[in-house]
């Protein structure tokens, strides 16, 4: 098999993969695919994909899929989203400004990280799809207060806290490496980051000891909906909602935090009964192909993020290169739930998968 030497001749998200990693420095390319440990819950995301399986049905009718969805009473033109992942910038001076362009032209929804290498307010006019703003809670309460109001400001739909991260996880390429922001990368929105390490900042700024008052205190300085990312336990999906969230994002960090926890697909089952449809169960974690969202839909997600992928796009061909990392997952998507003879993402349920048990 020949494999792409072009961003013409890309055919899949690994081709992006590859291409990026010859585009980038060693130590921005182990940031970006790196994970906490000894990288098992990054192997576990993707390995949990790869054991499930779709059973077809033939002859539904079905000739043209329809792959819209809504979620928090936004029309997405697909149920995928991008993922907040730090300093867009580190892979292209345009950093989130292209990113926010290639979401908008697909259609799909943006999460801007809190470290975000490009200002909420350029984001934002770049934007035409549903952009969020992915929260970090510091110490100094102002610093987070100051995000979110500049974020309601330049029009953010909605704010998600990321509750998986009381600091950051021991990501072993990275301290080998030395791994340091490099000139002319820093957070657009936040002071203190030039020159530092991503880890060491967040050691000295972070708030680790967040309890489930901080839910009450967002509510508190705005009026956007929240949501949680980095649920894995039923239990917390549960509390998660009984303090009035607007939706969960299952999310294990990309493996990036705690090494040895599952891969998000195989805790979105427990999470999304214990959920019953109250608000919208997103997943994020190794999601490269159309099956993959496919098999999360099936598990009871309502959309999925990709973090990774967006990266290598950027890389490797700035906006278009997003765009055509978005539009190859929703093509696949759409492939596969014409092959399935799913016609709406609502139809996409637990019957298509061998794993739940068929059922007549
Ligand atoms: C991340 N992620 C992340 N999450 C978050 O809440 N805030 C952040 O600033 C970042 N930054 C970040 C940087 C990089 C380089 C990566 C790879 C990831 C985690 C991200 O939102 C998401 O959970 C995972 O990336 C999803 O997994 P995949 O799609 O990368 O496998």
Known sequence: MTEAQAPGDVVDLADFARLAQQRLEPGVWDFIAGAAGDERTLAANRAAFDRLHLVPRVLTGSARPAAETRVLGRTWAAPLGIA????HTLV???GEVATAAAAGSAGLPFVVSTFAGRSFEDIAKAASAPLWLQVYCFRDRSTTRRLIERAVQAGFDALVLTVDAPRLGRRQ???????????????????????????DHALDEFDAGLDWSVVGWLRSISPLPILLKGILHPADARRAVDVGVSGLLVSNHGGRQLD????????????AAEVAGAVPVLLDGGVRRGIDILISLALGADAVLVGRPVLHGLAVGNQEGVQQVLDILVDEMLDA???????????AGPQLLLERGLSP
């Open 84 to 87: 907040p992942t730090a300093y």
């Open 92 to 94: 292209n001076p345009d």
């Open 173 to 199: 390429r990275d301290i080998r490496n030395g791994f340091r922001l490099p000139i002319g990368v820093s957070a657009a929105n936040i002071a203190g980051t030039d020159g530092r390490s991503p880890s």
């Open 260 to 271: 040895g926890v599952p891969a998000t697909v195989d805790v979105l089952p427990a999470i």
């Open 337 to 347: 739930m014409l092959l399935c003879g799913t016609a709406t993402v609502a139809d």
